[in-house]
């Protein structure tokens, strides 16, 4: 890189560092899910359970299956929830440094769009972890503790209005990723700023 002009360099060192950022944000995305692909069946076919659960179990295996999951999953779900709210912040820094410096420049709209995409991504994250998630794991916990203390109906009608967050979630998580793969495939777009 020591003959590229120093705003060159300096792009392209922004644009490599923003790469990384949006690969890991993906890579944390992608692996998340397919851990609790693999979990949640797995575990609701082989109709695990814990100490508790023994009601659920009796009269749903699957659902205590799916319940043993989600103990196991828990954390991983709050580590990589907190991994992609910080890499949401670095990815939504570099990307607007980058656009700023390509205004006017070459590649100033596709890098526009990559911000664009970056703070849509970065605005689910936000809208999941403050609108989404907290009502989420209340009726969770309210499911979980219906379950373990055997008030079954109860505990069923929780279940309910969590799927249907879950389910609220899960549409704004794929639309979270595909913002993120955009930008990814932006950022490859993006032609260099000087040419000599």
């Given at each position: 890189m020591a003959h590229l002009p120093d705003g060159e360099r300096s792009d392209r060192l922004l644009a490599a560092t923003l790469a990384v950022a949006l690969m890991l944000w993906l890579a944390c995305g992608i692996s998340v899910a397919v851990a609790a692909i693999s979990a949640f069946p797995v575990l609701a076919e082989r109709g695990a359970t814990v100490p508790g659960l023994e009601a659920l179990a009796a009269g749903d295996p699957a659902a205590a299956g799916r319940m043993v999951a989600g103990f196991v999953m828990d954390r991983v779900f709050a580590?990589?929830?907190?991994?992609?709210?910080?890499?949401?912040?670095?990815?939504?820094?570099?990307?607007?440094?980058?656009?700023?410096?390509?205004?006017?420049?070459?590649?100033?709209?596709?890098?526009?769009?990559?911000?664009?995409?970056?703070?849509?991504?970065?605005?689910l994250v936000a809208a999941h972890e403050v609108a989404i998630a907290p009502p989420m794991q209340a009726a969770l916990a309210e499911h979980r503790e219906l379950?373990?203390?055997?008030?079954?109906?109860?505990?069923?009608?929780?279940?309910?209005?969590?799927?249907?967050?879950?389910?609220l979630a899960d549409r704004t998580y794929g639309l979270r990723l595909l913002a993120v793969a955009a930008a990814f495939l932006l950022l490859l777009l993006l032609p260099p700023r000087a040419t000599r």
């Open positions: 580590i990589t929830d907190l991994a992609q709210a910080i890499l949401a912040g670095v990815a939504m820094l570099l990307a607007t440094i980058l656009a700023w410096r390509r205004r006017g420049a070459a590649g100033g709209p596709t890098s526009t769009v990559l911000l664009l995409c970056v703070l849509a991504a970065a605005s379950a373990m203390t055997a008030r079954l109906e109860d505990a069923e009608r929780a279940r309910r209005a969590f799927d249907s967050l879950h389910a």
